[in-house]
């Protein structure tokens, strides 16, 4: 009988908001349910969600990917309409986002799934409530990390300074997807990108580095391909076969 520390489970979590969290997280289930994966997903926090277009909301995206989804109510136990950070909306809605409540539905969720991934909410530091951030509910899930970074000036320091963070916890990267989620217009940018931030990332972080991951036009246009074209990436596939073969 298989147990849930034979199912994988990873957190996905990046260096800010905006980086492509939730497209990097639903091209990589598709990638898993082509292996013949069941996999399962979780939000458990999500703002900015408008309470007449759910099912467009990240929460409402994944959940559609899914070929055996969970409840909506598993997948995202807080959801807030403003578009701010998820301590703020719950002060001001009056609710306690409860670590221990997201923690009892992830473990249902990872019994009924070979395949957990668990989507966080802007980075590390994101404050949860006033004495938690993501960072306390990913030591709470006892989860590893993969961390989804863009390519442009300033990532290496963003994406050593979330490792650094991540070690400081006891929490172990599995790795890091580099994704460009806007266009490179200039050519020096696109040098800069190539010869220096790539090369030092995967110099100086001393874990799997999967991408760059060049922006997609079809995202932008219609979503679900484009994260179904996405899942096919070359990268998208490596970090699928790593992720499985290297069970976190």
Known sequence: MSTQSDQP?????????GVGKTTITAALVLALQQKGYRVGVMKPVETGIDPQQTETSDTGRL?????????????CLYAFPQPIA????????GTTIDLARIARAFHIVRQQHSVCLVEGAGGLFTPLSPTHTIRDL????????????????????HLLLTLEALHGAGIKPCGIVLNDPLPTTQTESF?????????????????????PLEFQKTVQRDWRTGVKNLANHTEIQRLATHLIENKP
């Open 9 to 17: 489970a990873i957190f996905m979590t990046a260096t800010d908001t």
């Open 63 to 75: 959940h559609s990917l899914l070929s055996s989804p969970p409840p909506l109510a598993l997948i």
């Open 86 to 93: 998820p301590s703020a909306c719950a002060r001001a809605t």
């Open 138 to 157: 990913i030591v709470t899930l006892k989860l590893p990390a993969l961390i989804i970074g863009r390519t442009s000036l300033g990532s290496v320091n």
């Open 191 to 211: 040098i800069q990108q190539r010869t220096s931030t790539i090369a030092l990332i995967q110099e100086w972080s001393k874990v799997p580095v999967f991408g």
